[in-house]
């Protein structure tokens, strides 16, 4: 994760952050993990999406 994508992730209130986190843990499959991960890191960029939903971030 670079050093963007975890500035987006700890301006998610916590439970999003255990959200993802756990999301991403449940996935069986390698590549599947790679693929929530890469969306978890696309949607943080973005700022604007939270788990496929509009998400207006928090101000820090």
């Given at each position: 994760?670079?050093?963007?994508?975890?500035?987006?992730?700890?301006?998610?209130?916590?439970?999003?952050?255990?959200?993802?986190?756990?999301?991403?843990?449940?996935?069986?499959?390698?590549?599947?993990?790679e693929?929530?991960?890469?969306?978890?890191?696309?949607?943080?960029?973005?700022?604007?999406?939270?788990?496929?939903?509009?998400?207006?971030?928090?101000?820090?």
């Amino acid at each position: 994760m670079d050093k963007l994508s975890f500035g987006c992730l700890v301006r998610l209130w916590l439970y999003q952050q255990n959200d993802y986190l756990g999301w991403i843990e449940r996935a069986k499959l390698p590549d599947t993990k790679e693929k929530r991960m890469q969306q978890m890191l696309t949607e943080l960029k973005n700022g604007t999406v939270y788990m496929k939903m509009n998400w207006k971030s928090k101000q820090v």
